[in-house]
């Protein structure tokens, strides 16, 4: 757990949930940002202001000392946006979609946010309406497979420009790659080695030992049989004091 949260890239997202967002907004830590259109036209802010469920009174609550800022256009408010502390809210199949994702460090959120649904008005028992249904469901397949292309898989629709990541994200920040491990795995390997290797003298040393209780001709012969001084000079000493 703890080296795959190493390995991850890190995450820059300001907030996970709704009631996190909706915190920011009445700790003043953050504000939302809108159009003049989008203010006009888009649903969420006539139900915002219309609806008793807890997520929109949330949200009122929060922006009741926290007023949204309306801007004129989209880029002045996407400008905002770039600048950070500000949220965009928007719906996914919004016009400008395109120059939102032009543009570069946004995080899209959509966790646990409302959604709309759309509806096609007709007369009281038009002839239309029972064809218009089952063409709908005879479509169904084709619809949901083009909302998942371009909405549900995020995919984006125009290259957007190379984003400078590197400035915004600290080194400390930057998630650790395996040049960056390798020196511990290095270490690692290394201590086992040699840890291996005093398992095995270990073991030779003491299946010495067992022989020369059983015979300690045989050991002091042995040793005897080293060239080098020093070290037949030693096991022996060794050997006298394992001995006594």
Known sequence: MLLSSILSPIDTSPFQTTDQMIALLANKKFKMVTFTMQYETLWFFDVLQTS????????????????????????????LVSQGRYILMTQEDFEGILNIQRTCDLIKFTQGLPTQSAYYIFPRNSSILRLWNRAIVMNYPFIRHTYERYFGANVKLVIP????????????????????????????????????????????????????????????????????????????????????
């Open 52 to 79: 008793n469920e807890t997520f929109y009174k949330n949200i009122r609550d929060a922006l009741a000392d926290n007023p949204i800022v309306i801007k004129d256009t989209l880029e002045e408010a996407l400008e």
């Open 161 to 244: 420009p190379i984003c400078p990541n590197e400035r915004f994200v600290s080194d400390a920040l930057q998630p650790i790659d395996f040049l960056a491990f390798f020196g511990t795995f290095l270490l690692y390997f290394l201590g086992l080695i040699c840890a291996l290797i005093a398992l095995v003298a270990e073991f030779c040393i003491n299946k010495c030992h067992q022989r020369a209780k059983a015979n300690p001709n045989f050991m002091i012969g042995t040793i005897k049989e080293i060239r080098n001084p020093k070290i037949r000079r030693w096991m022996l000493r060794f050997y006298s004091f394992k001995q006594a």
